[in-house]
Structure formats: structure tokens, C-alpha cells
């Protein structure tokens, strides 16, 4: 229902409960039942929560469904983690340059937490991937764009799955995880000297990185056909 929906959208904030079902039929000049199946449909994509015996109220902006498009689409062909990988070079590149020029002092410090958390869980895989996305997380919060934001947010499951791979590529080319962190230490450094090009150049080294041992962890060969089979 397109007025419903402009009311979720434009009127009311996060948190709002929406006027009562008698309400809203009067006001869309519906019937009730009309405006029960549209609060169902906006449930059911998540605008709205509803509760029992309370009245609905307004969802907070959340990345879930798309995080699950994501996470679906890379389960049902891990060679989909190179597709993803594009999205992530169109979206991440540009979030570094922005970060260079809106970093804090609130921004750069998670950065440099989520860096002394991958080097001291170096050998412990699950701890190293966490410490790994809640870098690029507080990195897109550093830009100050909240949708880019979302997006990365959005992703985290998938780029564990994307960690996971990369980690055995980059095994099988015999890379040093202290390498994966010195990419990143660069990005920061980049980053917290408002350096915009460098930021997007360290940030583009390390995915053309994660992208070989991408590459080489599902036994492609590098740009070839195979990815699209």
C-alpha cells in the first residue's frame, strides 16, 4: 500500500507505533482488513514490528535482507565470493577515500583496535576473521555514509565465508597473515593521514590480494573463464 508505506518511510521514526488500524482505514479511506494484509507485507519485509497486544510499531533500518541475498547466493556457488568481490572493490575503494577525509577520533581508534585484535589472533582463525571484518566495518562507519555502512554490515557473513576461502589461498601461495595485516595497517595509515588516493590505492592492493587467493583457493586460474561456468 503506497500510503502506508509513505507514512513508514516519511512520517513516523524508528520506534513509532503506527495509528491504530481504525485509524489508518479512515485515514487511507480502506477497510481494515485492507490495511491488516498491508501491515502483514510490511512485517513480512521487515518495516515494521509487531508485537502481541501491541500496537505495531516503525523497524529500525536493518541490513538483513540483503545480508541474506548475499549469504545465499555465495552458498549456492562459492565461485560467486569473485562477484562479490567486485561489488566489494566498487563499494570499498570509494569508502576508503571517503574515510580519509571524515575520519575521528572515535572511527580511527576502532580501526586500530581491529588491527592489534588480528595481529593477536594470528593463530587463531575465528578470532583473526572477526578482528578482519570488524576492520572494513569500522572503516565504511569512518566514511560517514551510513548506506555505504549498511552495506558492509550487510555482508559480514558472506565475507566470513569470503575469509574462510581466501585464508586457504593464501596457504596455497604461501602468504603470511602477517601480510593480510600489513595491507590493512596501511589502508589505516593512509586513512588516518587524510590521504584520500592512498587510502583507495592500499585499498585496492589488498582486494587485488584477496582476489588471487580467492583465485587460488577454488582452483581457478586467474581471470579465467571457469568463474562464470
Known sequence: MTELERLVFGELEPGSPLPSESQLAEELS??????????????ARGLIQ???????????????????????SVRRDPRRLLDLLDVRRALEVHIAGLAARHVNRASAGAMEDALSAMRAGIDDPDAFNAADIRFHEALAAASGNQILTYLIE??????????????????ARGRP?????????????????????????????????????????????????????
Open 30 to 43: 480502506v477497510s481494515r482488513l485492507t490495511v491488516r494484509e498491508a501491515v502483514k507485507s510490511l512485517q
Open 50 to 72: 509487531v508485537r502481541h497486544g501491541r500496537r505495531p510499531v516503525i523497524a529500525p533500518l536493518s541490513p538483513t535482507a540483503i545480508e541474506d541475498f548475499f549469504t545465499t
Open 154 to 171: 550487510a555482508m559480514q557473513q558472506p565475507l566470513q565465508t569470503s575469509w574462510m576461502q581466501s585464508r586457504r589461498g593464501h596457504i
Open 177 to 229: 597473515l602477517s601480510d593480510v595485516i600489513d595491507e590493512h595497517a596501511r589502508i589505516y595509515d593512509r586513512v588516518v593521514n587524510n590521504d584520500p588516493a592512498g587510502a583507495q590505492a592500499a585499498m585496492r592492493e589488498h582486494l587485488a590480494q584477496t582476489e588471487r587467493s580467492l583465485y587460488a583457493a577454488l582452483q581457478l586460474p586467474i581471470g579465467g573463464s571457469e568463474r562464470s561456468t
